[in-house]
């Protein structure tokens, strides 16, 4: 607890020093960076984004901050104003996407090959997964994407990306995944 204590000031610090400029600003600017961005690009992707759209939302966040930094009311919770930024624009994407079908590989005469056909049952399960995720609540999407990321996240900055206290993740990841098995078709294998 006393390490977020201590990292909030210094937050508070270095947005101090970033409006000041020079090289001391640089360096602030260069700090905060280092220190927020692959939380910002863990949510980012919490969303289901590929990499390279992900980093475009956190240089957004990047870019209100530098368009800001003079008038932020609570300096100390930058990570959380940055983060909020990143999910704001994150939603706004994912509202617009439309997923494109994948073409199914068949020979001459419309036999599947032995590849293709187990391709085609394990897209088959890809498929029914992402339609059973797609009907879950949208918190438990982003907490399951959070889980998954790579590299791992800490619960704690889990916990700070969501907003919720680190000790609801556990039973929250439970009913999330019990929700998910319910909306699987029955009989169905990973």
Do not use: K
């Amino acid at each position: 607890m006393e390490r977020q204590e201590t990292t909030a000031r210094d937050d508070a610090d270095l947005v101090a020093v970033l409006d000041a400029g020079g090289d001391a600003g640089r360096a602030a600017w260069s700090e905060l960076v280092q220190r927020h961005s692959p939380r910002l690009y863990a949510v980012a992707r919490s969303f289901g984004l590929d990499p390279v759209t992900a980093e475009d939302l956190v240089q957004v966040a990047w870019l209100r901050l530098l368009e800001r930094s003079g008038q932020l009311r609570s300096p100390e919770a930058l990570g959380a104003w940055l983060g909020t930024i990143v999910r704001n624009e994150a939603r706004r994407l994912v509202v617009r996407r439309r997923e494109i079908p994948t073409a199914i590989p068949v020979e001459e005469g419309g036999v599947l090959e032995p590849a293709a056909d187990a391709r085609l049952l394990r897209n088959e399960r890809a498929h029914a997964l992402r339609l059973a995720f797609a009907h879950l609540g949208f918190e438990c999407q982003q907490l399951l994407r959070l889980l998954l990321v790579e590299p791992p996240l800490s619960y704690d900055e889990i916990a700070a990306a969501v907003g919720r206290p680190r000790g609801s993740l556990g039973p929250t990841r439970r009913r999330c995944l019990d929700r998910l098995r319910e909306l699987l078709p029955t009989g169905f294998e990973p």
